[in-house]
């Protein structure tokens, strides 16, 4: 499974890094980055651009994601 992640890596222009901070290491922001790529038809968050702890969105949840930071951000 982990070598599938590597081998179907999304182009340059599906990936987007976005400066964060890790509570859990602390850091100013921009510490850490969040790395989003879009899969096919998931989307794929990757605290630490290292691979090993990936979240996966599916269309549906990543739609209530983006609802949800508009709404807090308006």
Known sequence: MESSRHTNRPTRGLRKAIP???ELHRGPMGFANLMISKQGELFVLDPH???ECLITLNE????????TLTEWLG
């Open 20 to 22: 964060a901070t890790c």
């Open 60 to 67: 549906r949840s990543a739609k209530a994601l983006r609802d």
């Open 49 to 51: 651009v290292t691979g």
